[in-house]
C-alpha cells in the first residue's frame, strides 16, 4: 500500500530531516512509526501526503508515484496531522460536506457517513456550532471525520491520539481495525509506546533521519517492551 524507498529530505539550512530512508506498508497493516522529536517522523510523513517536496528517492501509494500522480494518490489517502487547521468560520457541519464533495463523495453515502462518524465519535449534536467555537478534542473529531469521509484505502496520522478523551481515542483504535480489517492500511506516528505496541503489527524506529528498527512487533518486542527497545537503540541521541 506504502513504499519508501530511499527518501532522503535536507532543508535550506543544510540539515538532512530523513536520510535515505526505506520502508514497507502492507495492505492490512497498523505500522506505528516511533521516534525523539526532530528524529524525522512528520518530516517523513508529510514528505508521504505531498505537503512536502524531497530530493531523492521514491514514495508510491497503492502503486502509484505521488510526484507523478498526486492526485491518484491523494484519491485513496487521508491525513490527519499533529494540529489540524480547519475552516473556523465553518460550521462542522458545512466543513463535512466541503470535504465530502471535494472527494466526489455522493450526497447520500455522504450523509450517511458523517451520521456515523459523528455519533460514533459523539459530535453530531455539535456539528451546527462553528469549528471556532470548538476545543481541541472537538477540532480533532471534525478532522478524523473528514479524513474518513472518502473511505481512504491509506490513512497517515500524526501523533493522533493528542487531545482526544479515553472514549474517542478508544473508537478511533476500532475505526483503524477497521480500515485494515476491510484491506486498508494505517501509517501513523506517536509517542504514546504502550498504544503502539498493543496496536500495532509493525513498528519502525528512526533516529536522526535514519531508520534503525523495523519489523514485526511480535518479534521485536518478545522479550522486552517496545519502550525498552526504543530506549536501547536511541540511547545517546
Known amino acids: ?69 498526486p492526485l491518484r494518490c491523494k484519491q485513496v489517502t487521508a491525513y490527519i ?3 489540524p487547521d480547519l475552516y473556523e468560520h465553518l460550521t462542522g457541519i458545512q466543513y463535512l460536506n466541503f470535504i465530502g464533495d471535494i472527494f466526489g463523495v455522493t450526497p447520500g453515502e ?24 470548538y476545543s481541541h478534542g472537538m477540532r ?12 481512504p484505502r491509506l490513512l497517515v496520522l500524526d501523533e493522533p491520539f493528542v487531545g482526544l478523551d479515553p472514549k474517542a481515542s478508544l ?18 506516528s506517536t509517542h504514546v509506546l504502550e498504544v503502539a505496541q498493543k496496536l500495532c503489527n509493525k513498528v519502525a524506529i528512526i533516529r536522526d533521519g535514519r531508520l534503525v528498527v523495523d519489523g514485526d512487533m511480535e518479534k521485536l518486542v518478545r522479550d522486552h517492551s517496545l519502550e525498552d527497545l526504543f530506549m536501547e537503540v536511541t540511547d545517546g541521541e
Open 1 to 69: 500500500m506504502l513504499e519508501i524507498r530511499n527518501l532522503t529530505k535536507t532543508y535550506k539550512n543544510g540539515k538532512k530531516a530523513v536520510d535515505h530512508l526505506s520502508l514497507t506498508v502492507a495492505n492490512g497493516d497498523i505500522y506505528g512509526f516511533i521516534g525523539h522529536n526532530g528524529a524525522g517522523k512528520s518530516t517523513t510523513i508529510k514528505s508521504v501526503v505531498g505537503v512536502l517536496d524531497f530530493e531523492e528517492g521514491e514514495i508510491r501509494i497503492d502503486g502509484h508515484d505521488v510526484k507523478r500522480e
Open 81 to 83: 496531522p499533529d494540529n
Open 110 to 133: 455522504k450523509e450517511k457517513r458523517i451520521r456515523e462518524y459523528g455519533d460514533r465519535f459523539e459530535i453530531t449534536q455539535a456539528l451546527g456550532d462553528s469549528i471556532g467555537s
Open 140 to 151: 480533532q473529531k471534525v478532522a478524523i471525520i473528514s479524513a474518513l469521509i472518502h473511505e
Open 171 to 188: 473508537m478511533l483504535k476500532e475505526t483503524m481495525r477497521e480500515i485494515c480489517s476491510r484491506g486498508g492500511a494505517i501509517f501513523f
